[in-house]
């Protein structure tokens, strides 16, 4: 074979010499690029520099003068009898892509160092970034490159599969990064561990850099850095180390050291990463994990803590079985104090599974425990059976042994170890057995164990076999030490409602001195319920509300026993919680609440609801803060209005010393809103109209309620009508009317303006004039407005304009009053036709009003005479409404709508002033005597 090998060239740019050595020159060509005896070695050509132009170079460590690079050009022919493809020749431009992509990743290799170096990244962000590109190349080189015609071997096979699919451009795209220098860059890298040897340290440090800049993956230049600025500038040293190791991480030795040199420098999370880079290439080392696991803790991070243990495991092999022990039962420990079981399981099915010979009674208490806490009973019973001396007998089959039963769990157990990476041993037997017939349970069986397999058959339905055994249980064992498992045995026994047999166990316990507890306690009266005894459950509750004051649980419990028992007072004590000392739970609030309703406690019943809302709705200091609430806008605005408010007068929108709430959920929302209805309608049947107010204006500031915005709205508007608020209730009712222009809310507004001390409404009438048709009820109140403020001229012409278009009989009656209000004032001209014209309309008013209001308009008619001075008139108009017979609606509501009391009256102050006595008292005696 005949090699074509190009000149290579070397610009020593940040060399001070003008030359190599020879020796250096010859021993490359000879050693490094000779493949075999009839390739063609290219000479080394060594360009010489004058001393100015080296000394004219500003290069600093971290930055890299651009120079012309190390031009190796690629051998051709490297393998005899290697033809290539034409698909594989066709692909030039795929091969310079791929070439431009080594060279970006390079580009990105040394950027992340130089962030690592200039202190923008940890080792850690380092190393995980970094890590992104080794995991293909480790996996590629674990069976490295022994030498150079083998590493190039593999990468021409490799290049050649690539390249000839074309159907997948991005698979050209994967090439093995170099972490070989080639035979020129070692002899150069030896000549900077000569300039170091001599001193020559600037020199050194600059062939090392540019050795980098060129094959930024290889780790002897930043090994050589570590060592020159070990002395002078430590953390550097440290910085290019840690590079070093990343770039040949399998030396486990080099991580330990480099981890101490991190604690050194309190840098505890470096370390940890160096230990992990250590466990890496020594996963087995068991010190690794243990000084690894003490910093993690120490850190604070018990996640990674745990996953090193459950790695370790894991790692470990039988032969370490006492390891294996150890850590199992370190992780188990830990997640079962946070609840994790299926995780603890895991850890002791590791035990269970490697190392069967190491297991005592402590791993079997642990695992059994588990079991049990997962509903994995069948196991849990099989595990029992393995590792005591407890037998069972079933009635498919009375020749069943024990060994029968260890034998099928080991092969189980054998079947599993094949892939530990499944989960825990599933519940389901893996053997069907028919039903248990017979067990027996010696006495050196551990008593936890007992319990356990007591719990066990309990659980499994066999109650009847259970409860043969439960008496040499409790008869043999002492309450004041296994209490605990007495409680055990008692709470399976109340999970299949077997609560007379679980009182059989909780009896002594009560009694006892170590036992007798408010949880105890509580099981009891559980008990006790169940059996259907109230009285004995509620002497229980009471000494669990005793141990125990804050268990809400139990007041719950106790108050629904006193509810049952009609014993409401005694309920309301128990559900009792200060809002000074305690944290308030809202349930119970809410019962409390629905209790001192129920038992007619009203003054305490809207306190104890309004410290209920008091949790999500903001306190109503003052009066002045309605106006920050009375707008149709959302919760949010308006609590920023109050707020904004509130900080103008030095104040916080929270309340100072405010009860504190647990969280919970309950009552629900519909829930808590029927009870702030109910509230409303109790304060406006005790006539409680400021209260009536308050509680709806406080209900505006809750987000709980926002799906009832309108709802709260109207209320606050009637709550305002029946407090005589009319600043508030206008402030509510003018939005109204804007949005809902229909007759009832024009009755809301005339109830408002009636009541009004201002005449803010006659420029939000006089506003929406111009938007109304001719005949409304806005033209009517305008008219009414103008009636009232005596300019009678626009009231009149008010009231014909829409007479003109819809006559009625109430504007024919308003057109009257506005006519008889003209006639009697002093200075009008033309009394008589205004009087003529009144009376006319009073006619018209009478024959528009019909039959059905005959009452009503003879005593508007007999009122206008009055007015005007002709009494004999008014007489005999009073004497007919005291004559006429009303109709069925006037006698269904006589308080509201007859009117003889009102006619009678006015009766007897006419013939008063006439001095006729006589006739004045028969009228108040017959008509207005109560």
């Known amino acids: 074979m005949e090699c074509d090998a190009s000149k290579v060239t070397i610009n020593m740019d940040i060399i001070e010499e003008a030359a190599m050595d020879v020796e250096l020159e010859k021993s490359t060509v000879d050693d490094s690029l000779v493949i075999n005896d009839n390739s063609t070695v290219a000479p080394v050509i060594i360009e010489e520099l004058d001393e100015s132009a080296i000394n004219s170079m500003d290069m600093d460590i971290n930055e890299f003068v651009e120079a012309r690079a190390l031009q190796i050009q690629e051998v051709k022919d490297v393998i005899p009898n290697y033809t290539s493809s034409p698909s594989c020749s066709s692909n030039k431009d795929i ?23 200039n202190g923008e990244l940890t080792f850690s962000e380092y190393s995980s970034r970094m890590d992104q590109d080794i995991d293909v190349e480790t996996a590629e080189n674990d069976n490295s490159r022994k030498n150079i015609e083998m590493d190039r071997v593999i990468v021409q096979k490799t290049t050649e599969q690539k390249t000839c699919k074309t159907n997948n451009v991005q698979q050209v795209r994967h090439r093995k990064k170099r972490r070989i220098l080639p035979p020129v860059l070692q002899g150069l890298m030896g000549e900077a561990n000569l300039r170091f040897a001599k ?22 230049p930043f090994q050589t850095l570590a060592m020159i600025y070990e002395n002078d500038q430590p953390e550097k040293s440290l910085q290019f180390s840690l590079i070093a190791a990343h770039l040949s991480p399998k030396d486990a030795d080099q991580w330990i050291r480099l981890a101490n040199m991190s604690l050194e420098s309190d840098d505890i999370k470096q370390a940890i990463t160096c230990y992990s880079k250590a466990i890496q290439a020594s996963p087995k080392d068991i010190s690794l994990y243990e000084i690894r696991a003490q910093l993690q803790e120490q850190n604070g991070d018990k996640r990674a803590y745990l996953r090193g243990y459950t790695r370790l495991i894991h790692q470990l092999e039988a032969d370490d079985g006492e390891y294996i022990l150890k850590y199992a039962k370190i992780l188990a420990k830990h997640y079962m104090q946070e609840n994790n079981n299926e995780q603890a399981l895991e850890a002791m099915e590791t035990i269970f599974v490697k190392c069967p010979d190491v297991i005592t009674l402590e791993e079997v208490n642990i695992m059994t425990e588990l079991l049990i806490a997962l509903k994995q009973f069948n196991r849990c019973l099989d595990i029992l059976v393995k590792y005591t001396d407890i037998q069972i007998r079933y009635k498919n089959n009375k020749e069943t042994e024990r060994e029968e039963i260890t034998n099928r769990i080991k092969s ?24 248990i017939e017979s067990c027996d349970v010696p006495d050196n069986v551990a008593v936890d164990l007992k ?24 008869t043999h064992e002492n309450p004041e030490i296994s209490g605990d498992l007495f409680l055990d045995l008692a709470e399976a026994l109340m999970d299949k409602k077997e609560f007379q047999r679980a009182l059989v166990l909780l009896d002594p316990l009560v009694e006892s001195s170590n036992f007798s507890l408010a949880a105890v306690w509580l099981r009891h009266a559980e008990c006790w319920v169940g059996c259907n005894d109230i009285d004995k459950a509620i002497k229980s509750y009471e000494i669990v509300r005793k141990l125990s004051p804050q268990h809400l649980g139990a007041k719950l419990a106790l108050a629904k026993l006193y509810k049952e028992a009609e014993h409401y007072d005694k309920a309301i004590e128990v559900l009792y919680q200060d809002p000074e000392s305690d944290t308030l739970d809202p349930d119970v609030i809410y019962q409390r609440t629905l209790l001192l309703y129920k038992v ?13 809302l008091s949790r999500h709705c903001v306190n109503i200091r003052r009066r002045i803060e309605l106006n920050a609430l009375a707008r149709p806008t959302g919760v949010r605005q308006r609590l920023e209005s109050l707020k904004l408010r509130r900080l103008a007068s030095g104040e916080t929108l929270e309340d100072e010393n405010a009860p504190i709430f647990a969280a919970n959920t309950k009552p629900s929302e519909k829930s808590e809103f029927i009870l702030f209805l109910q509230m409303c309608k109790l304060a406006y049947k005790l006539k409680k109209y400021g209260f009536l ?24 508007l009637i709550s305002c009508i029946h407090n005589e608020d009319s600043f508030y209730g206008y402030n509510i009712v003018r939005d109204i009317v804007r949005f809902c222009q229909r007759s009832n809310s024009w009755n809301l507004l005339n109830i408002i303006i009636q009541k009004a001390q201002d005449l803010r409404h006659n420029r939000f009438i006089m506003r929406l004039l111009g938007r109304e048709d001719v005949f409304s009820y806005l ?35 308003l057109i009257g009053i506005t006519q008889l209000q003209m006639a009697c004032q002093k200075m009008s001209a033309k009394k008589n036709q205004l009087v003529i014209q009144a009376l006319a309309f009073f006619k018209k008013y009478m024959q528009l009003r019909g039959e059905d209001g005959k009452q009503e308009t003879y005593y508007n008619m007999a009122r206008a005479f009055h007015q005007i001075g002709l009494l004999p008139s008014a007489i005999h108009f009073y004497k007919l409404v005291l004559e006429e017979d009303p109709g069925d609606l006037v006698k ?9 009391k009102e006619a009678a009256f006015n009766l007897h102050l006419i013939y008063l002033q006439s001095e006729n006595h006589l006739l004045a008292r028969m009228y108040l005696e017959n008509y207005i005597t109560i």
């Not at 309990?458 to 009847?464: F, W």
């Not at 007619?600 to 209920?612: H, Q």
């Open 451 to 474: 319990a356990k397999f007591l719990i066990t058959l309990i659980e499994l339905d066999y109650i009847q076999i259970a409860d043969k055994l439960l008496p040499k249980f409790y």
């Open 892 to 900: 269904q509501n006589a308080n509201l709508l007859d009117l003889k």
């Open 199 to 220: 001193g020559e340290i600037d020199l050194a440090t600059k062939i090392c850099m540019e050795i980098i800049r060129q094959v930024p993956s290889a780790s002897e």
């Open 693 to 716: 107010q308050r509680i709806c204006f406080t209900a505006l500031t809750t987000k709980r309620f926002k799906k009832k915005n309108s709802h709260l709205i109207f209320l606050c």
């Open 95 to 117: 091969m310079d892509t791929e070439d431009q992509d080594m060279l970006l990743t390079a580009d990105e290799e040394d950027r992340l160092t130089k962030q690592f170096l």
């Open 600 to 612: 007619g406690r009203y003054e305490e019943y809207l306190s104890s609801g309004m410290l209920l």
């Open 412 to 435: 189980e157990e054998e079947e599993k170890s094949s892939n530990l990476k499944r989960k825990a041993m599933s519940p389901v037997r893996s053997q069907s057995i028919d039903e």
């Open 779 to 813: 033209h009517i109140m305008h008219a009414n407005n103008c009636l009232v403020s005596g300019t009678y001229k626009y009231a009149l012409n008010g009231y014909i304009s829409l007479f003109k278009v819809a006559p009625s009989a109430l504007l024919a009656l």
